[in-house]
């Protein structure tokens, strides 16, 4: 039997090799060629003649001139797969692999993937797929889960956070060099894959096929090959009491960047049967960033690296160790804020071993993986936010009023290790109920762990006061009192003893003699050291069947779970089914009922073991600021997460797929009902404590409607898509009252404008809610890939995506009067908080070039590569209505290789 099995591989092979495109219509292309082989196993017996006219007829073999193919094909499942040709001929920009799925339907990116800051940085992209928030796809890299367990949601977060550490869905980011395919799954996504509600991108190592003998590759991108427009719409302050007219403030300078990535990749066979793949990628970008008007030079790196052996016919018929090394360190500074470097540490490292074995009726592949992934941050653990005024005059004097800001917000170290063990069951073809029945079953078993430690107490101060006459008891940390260049006793007889304040030269010449102006922190909060262990458990079983006439095809699949988090066994019914009018595969029209459970982050077990922040206050009397109190009348808060159900989303799709013109023209819609979603729920007080409960009762709805054309012709490939998307989630909490939230969690929303006086608090949740109500309503996007001639080759994309509403981050604090009860007697009424604003952005068409020329010598290949972005230089409108900052225009990445 494994005989006929291998006959099997290398036919398909030869097939490929001799110009099979998948790119035209074919009969049941969601099911891999390995799986098509084994119906005409069952269909030809030992005959291999019979075997190889049965592989003919299931695929509609084009001989094309060219060796283009598309990521699409007509099937069941809401797939797109980007195979390794495809992802050397993209447009590459940092490498990661997420990157380069933003062009794909129901993908969308974040707010700032075109700020200028983001130019600089080299994190993987944020993605939403089918509408769910970034964390919600599940993300795979050699068949084991790379999804952060570590908060990913923080990935919302800034990166100076004050109880968190900004995170990232990805455990670490995969270089595209690394990569032998990608295959994104936006709807009908299949019983194997679970733990997500949005989409899922399984990501493929390269196989040793796809790997060159030695290759050599070298990436750069710099600030001075690229073109800014400065945009200034901010309202600038009049000059008073020492600060700074506009005429006196510098403006942002052009980023002054250098990104680097150097890869290195190479295959060897030390002995018959085995066979070692190495890859190492390593990025780097060196920024200059304007802080309080002067160059501050920080860094970034991110190493992605893969070492691969695999043996074949030992005790297995093939075994695979996957060992993959990519750290990620990040050097950040908090704009205008003063003694603020901070440092990230995150990625990490995974081991798999893969087996596979074949026996009479049945295949078996089994997986086992750990990994080890951090999200850690090293930073100044006190964050004072001072008035703007003689003493403390760093601060940039924009706002309703300025203020010098200095430290940051303490040392966090968040750790992840996950072990998991994967069996896949893929049983021969089989007749049933008159079809051909295709069956897979699997387990998977997973031990999650998850630490977090703040290492050092942090004091966060908030409400600045100003008084001329303090005596500040030698609290020199968070108080400051007023002095002069001259005694004001002497000062003032030249003035007769007396200041007029209402002369102004009179107080041009007092501002001229202030030294240093009083002032004190009636307020902080205490972080006190933590040191939390969780763990999470995972049990999963599904079936994947795929049942087929000869015009009607059916996938129906379940995946049951068990997750510790929510304590639920919860059951996926996956069920797809196609309809082929004239039985040709030229036609399908499909439709797809499929619920997806959501993980269950550690997150939760993390936030209901933390420890509540101490509120302290101090008052001042007759000019001697107090020693800090502790607050028995402001809140503490802590978290239940006992008693949830599952969130998840339920899904139907509809679907037209026809060949037309040599190519595949599509319609197709996806709704999903987002139900069972977390969201804050009651309080109750207990022991002086205020427990936040969270209930089910989130929802959100998501629709789509695309159409898209996809056509393969000689040297060229063409793929256009238009989609229009709605997103809808429960907004009850956006105009209650945030008497109970924590003071950390709270930001101002300004309707409008940065000048508008319309504003209000809102938790950071509810404002993460809002903006998944900011759907891109609009998206267009034609991409064609174009072989010119033997060494020549482009990659052109034309990107538009419509105006829509978002809520952005100003960087700047607005200060704010609030009713809180702190103590009896004291007066606490103000405090700071982080502005954002509503904007509306205007539609964008960008263009994108890439091209390749690559120059074959004997064995040896040198190519040449230039990436143009934004070829035309149109605005991107990233900086909005009460902002100032540069726009990023036409940018540029080079490239040059070399391989063996």
Sequence with gaps: MKVIRNYAAQSIALLLLNGAVFAAPQASTDNPPESISKKCLAQSGDDKQKFKQCLEQRFEIITV?????????????????????????????????????????????????????????????????????????????????????????ASNLSVAAINDVQGHPQSFFINQALVGEVTLYESNVPAKFGQFSGGVVDVKPRSYFQSPIFRLNYRTSRSEFNKYTLIDERNYNDANDGSQDESNIELPRAPSFAKETLSLMGKVTPFENHELIMSLSRTTSLIDQISLQKLIETERESISSSIQYQIKNTLFDEIRFHASYSPYTGQHIITDVLNSELTNEGG??????????????????????????????????????????????????????????????????KNQNIIRFDNDFNLDPMSFLRGNLLLDLGVSLEQAELSRNRTQTGLIYNSPFRDANLNCREQLVDCIEQSYVTALAIFVQQFGGQIDFSDPVQIAAYRDNLLTRGQ????????????????????????????????????????????????????????????????????????????????????????????????????????????????????????????????YNDEISLGWQQSAFGGIFSLKTVHRKQKDQVTRGETKLVDGITIISQDNLGYGEYERYTASYNIAFKNHAVWFHVSHTDNKSSASSYDESVQNIPEDELVILRAGNAQSNISRLISQQDLSLRNLDYSRPINANLSVQSDWSEHFSTNLNISYVGNYDAAVYTGL??????????CGKCEID???????????????????????????????????????????????????????????????????????
């Design 520 to 647: 004190f922190f009636r307020y902080r909060r205490v972080y006190p050291v933590e040191d939390i262990d969780v763990s999470k458990q995972l049990i999963a079983v599904y079936s994947d069947g795929r049942l087929e006439y000869e015009r009607v095809r059916i996938n129906l699949g379940a995946r049951i779970e068990y997750d510790s988090i929510f304590e639920n066994i919860n059951i996926s019914p996956r069920f797809s089914i196609g309809f082929d009018p004239f039985a040709d595969n030229d036609y399908l029209l499909s439709l797809g009922f499929n619920r997806y459970y959501a993980s269950g982050p550690l997150t939760y077990l993390i936030r209901e073991q933390q420890r509540p922040y101490l509120t302290q206050y101090r008052a001042l009397s007759k000019g001697d600021v107090g020693d800090w109190l502790v607050s028995t009348q402001a809140q503490r808060f802590s978290y239940d997460y006992n008693d949830l159900a599952t969130p």
């Design 65 to 153: 001139i060219g060796k283009r193919a598309l990521p699409v094909s007509i099937g069941l499942t809401g797939k797109y797969v980007l195979d390794r040709d495809f992802i050397s001929d993209s447009a590459k920009g940092n490498g990661n692999i997420t990157d380069m799925l933003s062009n794909l339907p129901g993908v969308q990116t974040s707010e700032s993937a075109l700020n200028v800051s983001q130019q600089a940085e080299i994190r993987s992209q944020l993605i939403s797929v089918s509408g769910a928030e970034p964390w919600q796809t599940g993300f795979f890299f050699d068949g084991a889960s790379n999804n952060s367990l570590l908060d990913p949601d």
């Design 348 to 413: 990490g490292a995974s081991f798999v071993v893969n087996t596979k074995e074949a026996f009479e009726s049945f295949d078996w592949r089994s997986r086992f993986s750990y990994s080890f992934s951090e999200n850690s941050r090293s930073a100044p653990n006190i964050y004072r936010p001072w008035y703007r005024a003689a003493g403390k005059s760093w601060g940039i004097d924009v706002n309703d009023v300025p203020f010098s800001i200095e430290g940051g917000y303490g040392n966090i170290e």
């Design 830 to 900: 103000s405090f700071l908080y982080p502005l954002y604003i509503e904007v509306q952005r205007p539609a964008i068409t960008l263009l994108n070039l890439a091209a390749q020329y690559n120059l074959a010598l004997g064995k040896h290949n040198v190519g040449i590569g230039l990436e143009i972005n934004n070829l035309l230089d149109a605005r991107t409108f990233s900086v909005t209505s009460g902002q100032t900052g540069l726009e990023v225009g036409r940018s540029f990445w080079l490239e040059v290789s070399y391989e063996l």
């Design 813 to 822: 604090l607005q200060e704010i009067d609030r009713d809180i009860r702190i």
